[in-house]
């Protein structure tokens, strides 16, 4: 059965770093664009960031553009998010989601916190 | 502002239908058939419920059926059960700067 995990979730300072990674089973990894979202506290939805089966085509949302980098590791059947420059408002359970235009399978997701 | 609109809420009782709207423009909602909505309980992930703007996954009820009108998509769940109380965001494909776009969410309560 296909399966997402996230990981590397965690609380760090306003201007930190963090790189969070999903580990995916039950399925051809490298047959597939993956994406990440998120959710703020009492949020709603918000995609951030897309990555197309072979890497070659990589998509962000305007609010990340610059501060985070989407990658994936097809031999280790991985997606990550390296976040840099962390502000309050990046706050919030980040999903990572199989995607074939329609977002099938998600992770359990993992809370970034960005506090002081 | 999310770039599609939702209601912020809708309510029925058990055994009655409601429809969610989801409104957008012609970059989005109207000028593709890629129109999905999920569904997430509170602390859960979200879950497909409809893709391609009317086609269930493998395992969804029949209960829930969606349908599109120009810029307007709809989601529809017949025969409320308590279960449905969740809240609903429709996304779309969009020809914008990114890929895909999502609404704001609705919150379902059944009385």
């Known amino acids: 059965q296909v399966q997402l995990v996230e990981s590397g979730g965690g609380l760090v300072k306003p201007g930190g770093s963090l790189r969070l990674s999903c580990a995916a089973s039950g399925f051809t990894f490298s047959d597939y664009y993956m994406s990440w979202i998120r959710q703020a506290p009492g949020k709603g939805l918000e995609w951030v960031s897309y990555?197309?089966?072979?890497?070659?085509?990589?998509y962000y949302a305007d609010s990340v553009k610059g501060r985070f980098t989407i990658s994936r590791d097809n031999a280790k059947n991985s997606l990550y998010l390296q976040m840099n420059s962390l502000r309050a408002e990046d706050t919030a359970v980040y999903y990572c989601?199989?995607?074939?235009?329609?977002?099938?399978?998600w992770g359990q997701g993992t809370l970034v916190t960005v506090s002081s | 502002q999310s770039a599609l609109t939702q209601p912020a809420s809708v309510s029925g009782s058990p055994g009655q239908s409601i429809t969610i709207s989801c409104t957008g423009t012609?970059?989005?909602?109207?000028?593709?058939?890629?129109v999905s909505w999920y569904q997430q309980h509170p602390g859960k992930a979200p879950k497909l419920m409809i893709y391609d703007v009317s086609n269930r996954p493998s395992g969804v009820s029949n209960r829930f059926s969606g349908s599109k009108s120009g810029n307007t998509a709809s989601l529809t769940i017949s025969g409320l059960q308590a279960e449905d109380e969740a809240d609903y965001y429709c996304s779309s494909y969009t020809s914008s700067s990114t890929p895909s776009v999502f609404g704001g969410g609705t919150k379902l309560t059944v009385l």
């Open positions: 989601a199989r995607d074939g235009i329609q977002l099938d399978y």
């Open positions: 990555i197309s089966s072979s890497g070659s085509t990589i």
């Open positions: 012609s970059s989005d909602v109207g000028g593709y058939n890629y």
